[in-house]
Structures are given as structure tokens and as C-alpha cells.
């Protein structure tokens, strides 16, 4: 009988004990250990096993697990005598900053304090030692009784915290005689909060110093893995650390380490009755790639699916994705011409540096699909490394059927959120319905045109016929399953601004054209509809059309006129 599915769970030691389903990554302990870097740091998307492998890593090494060989029975790493000795006999720190989320810098010091002060607590026994004089007993007191005595307002003494982990290292090395292994898991959390609620720099500050106490000057460290979804940039926070290795989802290390490879996968279907799923399992789960390592699965759609026998976009659903619908909400045009390239199932050439600056990320090319590619939305197909800048060329796609769907579900978001129209707006819009469109465009203008802007500055101020046009791209990117959406491209004499082929030839072909009412130029915003309408014909931006065989009848072509947040729309038809 096969194990049972325990949903969510992240302890080693419950797996274990309980013999739920657990597919055997202890190779990872030994491929580690004989790498010997002194600071690693893995990067890989959420829920890929990051945190069930910490759990493996202190289990395995740490002195409170001195007597539990047996959770390692049977797996993998047990048949290396050297390591079944190993096991139970380094005294580890361990800690994670998975819940350090708010949204503000004092809220989250404490989150981080709190952390620390778990692995005390769990070391408590060496305030009863001889290892520790009655003053460092004082100061290990200290640190708990702060930890409990503060709130949410409580100013926070910044060197007493970030040398707290040193300490107890020290505290550590003296007991066992022997440094310490440190395991931090989530080390990003609190630095992506901090860019989304706006205390990037004061956080950063914090965490550099945090770590260069931790992992540089630490003397009583011996070894330490960290773990985390994003690769942050070095300068931001490791400026000082110059012994780290860095793994992130295209290096060759620890590549089957996290995630199911299909192999692992395939095996679990078979012993559940389920061998004849493998394609559409695949289909929907299959995609993941990490160094040159492909079909990689996430663990929590695999599980999910194992357990309820249904498909559903699982991974994609367990996070708001909140900073991804952000980024592309309020991108230009290009961006969102991207996204619908990619939403049609075409490869992006992008070329970026994979560490992510996250102040950079809103205007930086390439920086939002680093951070994409990290987060496991986008799979790189092939990746080039360009010497002169040090940055790499990547073909990008969309992972897979599941994060296909996440993409079109944060795409209607975007609009069905506030106005309930919007799915009438897009049938509108194929069947020529004017006065629908009119009333719709008119009555988003006025709810979502500021939350749709790129900058800081007006979006009738800086490149306005950009803005609109990526806005009308946002309306009509999900349209991509039925219409060939393309943008911004030759045709005739001049740059069309969308043209929508269909796929079902039945269906009208639509070409539309912006234009900002200039009120030098014309007198009213039907006077700007009309020169939208007079461009498409003049420029002759039927040509692509007419040279993919769409009859000259089946295309329609629609003016867009804005001044501000009032909108207009005209239509021409061939017919």
C-alpha cells in the first residue's frame, strides 16, 4: 500500500516517524558536505522542498538528533558508512525567516529578533553549563527577555540583534568543541517585504550587517547553507562575504536536489494506479528546469494532485503573486507586449544579470524576468553568456500549463477586480459593439488609469500614446487563445499599434490605432478618432493581413482617441 499524502508538511523528522509519502533526497547531505564551500546559498522557486531539505540537513547533523539514526533508515544517505557515523554529532543553529512579513521596518526587525530567538530557546540547556560564565548567562538572558518584552513599537538596539547569532555560536564552539553548522532558511523574506512596503534600504542595511557578523566574521563557524527564492544582489547585502556559493536555478549543483525530477514522479503514479496520468500530469506539472537538468516537478502540485486525483493549478494559487501582477500591471507597452507573446506560447529573448536588484526592478530591462525566472514562472530554455557584460542572453517560456493559467487569471484580475463588465468589454470588442466599448473604456479610465501607471509622473506626461497602448494590451492580452495578438510592428508604410488576427478564419480581423488628442491639431476627440482611422488607411496597415490571405472585408479598424481619462472610440469597417 502506497504512503499516505501528508499535505504541507516541512519536518523531516514527522515524515519519518509517521511514513507518510517522502521521496529520498539524502544524496543531498553527502553531495554537499564534499563540496566543502564554507557559505551556500540556494536559490529556488516556492514550495520546491527548500525548507523539507533544511529540516533533512539538521536532522542529519544536528547533536539534538544524536540518537535518531533511525529517521535515516532505509534512505539513501544509510548505506555510507563515513556519514551514518557523521549523523547526531555537530551542533547546529537553525533557523528560518519564512514569517518575517510586514509592512513596516519595525515590524519586521522584530519578526527577525523573534527568529533568533527560537534557536536560543532551543539551545537553552547551555545556560545550566560550565561552557557559559555567569555574565555571557546574564547577556543569554538578556537576549530572551528582550525578545519577550517587545512589541511592535519597541525601538530595536540594531547591534545587539545582528551580533546575536555570533554569539551563540561562540556559546556553541565552546560546549561541543567543535564549530558551528548554521541553516537559515527563507533568507529573502524579509527583503522582498521591504520592497513592497517601501523599506528597502533600511532592511538591506540590517541584513548586511546580520550576515557579515553570521557568516563572514564569524570565527566559530564552520559551515552554513542559506536558502531562499531570489538571488539578491551581491552588493545589496554580500558585499562583505567573499566566501559564498552561489546556486540558483541554472547552476549544475543540487540540481535534482529540490523538486521531483520525472523519473521520482512517474514512480509515485505508478504505485498509486495513476500510470495511465503521466501525460497529462506532465502536461500540467512538467517544466521546471534547473541547470541542465529538465522535467523537474514542483513537489506541491505532485502532492496536491496524488492526494485529491484532480488537476488544478495548485502551485500557482498557493501565493497572491501580488509583486508579478504589479510589475507587468504597471509596465509599458513592450512589457506587456512580452507577456502576450509569451501568453501565445513563444519564446522571449531577454538578457539580464540573475541577481535581482529589486530597486531596479521597475525600470531596469531584463530585471522582471530575472526575477521571473526565479520565481519559477518562466523556465530558460537556453541561456548564452555574454562576456563583454557579464550578463546572459536567456530564451524564456512559460513553465507550464499551471503557471499558464496563473498568468491568464492575474490578467483578468487586473480588470474583473473592480468592474464586473469586463468579460462583455472583450465580446464588445470582437462583434463591434461601439457603445458598449465606449461606456466600458470610459468607466475604467476613471477607476484603474492611475493604478496602471509606470512612474511617478503623470501618465499624460511621459510618452501618454505608450501608456494607453499598454493599457488597451492588458485589456485584450488574455484574448491570445483565440486571436494572434501582435503589436508595434511593420506593415504597409508605417508601425500599426495592435493588430488582432483570429485563428478561426469565420472571425473579423481587428486593427487598431491610439492617438492622444492633440488640441492644437483638432478640435474634439472625434476629430482624433478620425486621424486614428485616416493613419491606418494612409499607412496601409491592412498589408499584413491582406498577405496572410485575410479578405480585405474581414477586417475591421478601430480609432482610439484619449485626452486624460476620456476616452473615445471609433470603427471603420472594409465590409
Not at 104 to 131: P, R
Request: net charge negative; glycine share 6%; aromatic share 14%.
Amino acid at each position: 500500500m502506497p504512503a499516505k499524502i501528508s499535505i504541507g508538511n516541512q519536518s523531516f523528522e514527522y515524515a519519518r516517524q509517521r511514513k507518510v509519502f517522502y521521496i529520498d533526497k539524502t544524496n543531498f547531505i553527502k553531495e554537499w558536505w564534499e563540496c566543502e564551500d564554507v557559505v551556500t546559498l540556494i536559490t529556488r522557486p516556492r514550495r520546491f522542498g527548500k525548507t523539507l531539505n533544511l529540516s533533512m540537513m539538521n536532522c542529519f547533523f544536528s547533536t539534538t538528533f544524536s540518537q535518531r539514526g533511525d529517521l535515516f533508515e532505509g534512505l539513501s544517505i544509510w548505506n555510507e558508512e563515513e556519514y551514518r557515523k557523521m549523523q547526531g554529532t555537530w551542533p547546529v543553529i537553525s533557523l528560518s525567516f519564512a514569517g518575517v512579513k510586514a509592512n513596516y521596518f519595525q515590524g519586521a526587525i522584530n519578526g527577525i529578533v523573534k527568529a533568533i530567538a527560537n534557536t536560543y530557546e532551543a539551545h537553552k540547556y547551555l545556560k545550566k553549563s560550565d561552557a557559559l560564565s555567569a555574565e555571557e548567562k546574564k547577556d543569554y538572558d538578556a537576549f530572551q527577555n528582550y525578545v519577550n518584552k517587545s512589541s511592535p513599537d519597541k525601538r530595536i538596539d540594531i547591534q545587539f540583534v545582528t551580533l546575536a547569532l555570533n554569539q551563540l555560536s561562540m556559546y556553541l564552539k565552546r560546549y561541543y568543541g567543535k564549530k558551528v553548522l548554521i541553516f537559515m532558511d527563507e533568507y529573502d523574506t524579509p527583503l522582498q517585504e521591504a520592497y513592497v512596503y517601501g523599506y528597502w534600504r533600511e532592511m538591506v542595511e540590517f541584513i548586511r550587517e546580520l550576515f557579515n557578523n553570521t557568516f563572514k566574521t564569524n570565527e566559530y563557524l564552520y559551515r552554513a547553507m542559506l536558502t531562499g527564492i531570489t538571488r539578491v544582489n551581491k552588493e545589496s547585502i554580500f558585499s562583505d562575504l567573499n566566501n559564498l556559493e552561489v546556486v540558483t536555478t541554472t547552476s549544475e549543483k543540487y540540481c535534482t536536489a529540490f523538486g521531483f525530477t520525472e523519473e521520482e514522479v512517474f514512480q509515485a503514479l505508478d504505485e498509486r494506479g495513476l500510470s495511465d496520468e503521466k501525460e497529462n500530469v506532465k502536461f500540467w506539472y512538467d517544466g521546471f528546469i534547473f541547470g541542465g537538468h529538465k522535467d523537474i516537478y514542483n513537489p506541491w502540485s505532485i502532492t496536491k494532485y496524488l492526494d485529491s486525483k484532480k488537476y488544478g493549478a495548485y502551485w500557482a494559487d498557493t501565493s497572491s503573486n501580488a509583486l508579478v501582477s504589479k510589475l507587468f500591471k504597471q509596465g509599458d507597452a513592450e512589457l506587456k507586449m512580452q507577456l502576450e507573446d509569451l501568453l501565445e506560447g513563444k519564446t522571449l529573448e531577454v538578457i539580464f544579470d540573475e541577481q535581482i536588484i529589486f530597486e531596479q526592478l521597475e525600470d531596469t530591462p531584463g530585471a522582471v524576468f530575472s526575477l521571473l525566472m526565479a520565481s519559477g514562472y518562466l523556465k530558460p530554455v537556453s541561456m548564452q553568456y555574454l562576456m563583454d557584460s557579464g550578463e546572459s542572453r536567456y530564451q524564456l517560456k512559460i513553465t507550464n500549463n499551471e503557471t499558464l493559467f496563473m498568468f491568464r487569471k492575474m490578467v483578468s484580475g487586473w480588470f474583473s477586480a473592480n468592474l464586473s463588465s469586463y468579460g462583455n468589454f472583450k465580446k464588445a470588442l470582437v462583434q463591434g459593439d461601439l457603445k458598449y466599448m465606449n461606456r466600458f473604456m470610459n468607466d475604467v479610465a476613471k477607476v484603474m488609469f492611475s493604478s496602471f501607471d509606470s512612474g511617478n509622473k503623470p501618465s499624460e506626461a511621459a510618452e501618454p500614446e505608450r501608456f494607453y497602448h499598454g493599457f488597451v494590451l492588458g485589456l485584450i492580452v488574455d484574448l491570445a487563445g483565440k486571436y494572434h495578438v501582435r503589436s508595434n510592428r511593420e506593415s504597409g508604410f508605417g508601425r500599426y499599434d495592435v493588430i488582432m488576427e483570429p485563428k478561426d478564419p469565420s472571425d473579423d480581423a481587428i486593427i487598431m490605432e491610439f492617438k492622444v488628442h492633440d488640441e492644437d491639431d483638432e478640435a474634439s476627440l472625434e476629430d482624433t478618432v478620425a486621424s486614428a482611422l485616416r493613419q491606418i488607411e494612409e499607412k496601409k496597415y491592412d498589408t499584413e493581413l491582406l498577405e496572410r490571405n485575410v479578405p480585405k472585408e474581414k477586417i475591421r479598424h478601430y480609432g482610439f482617441a484619449f485626452q486624460g481619462k476620456l476616452v473615445l472610440i471609433g470603427q471603420k469597417n472594409e465590409k
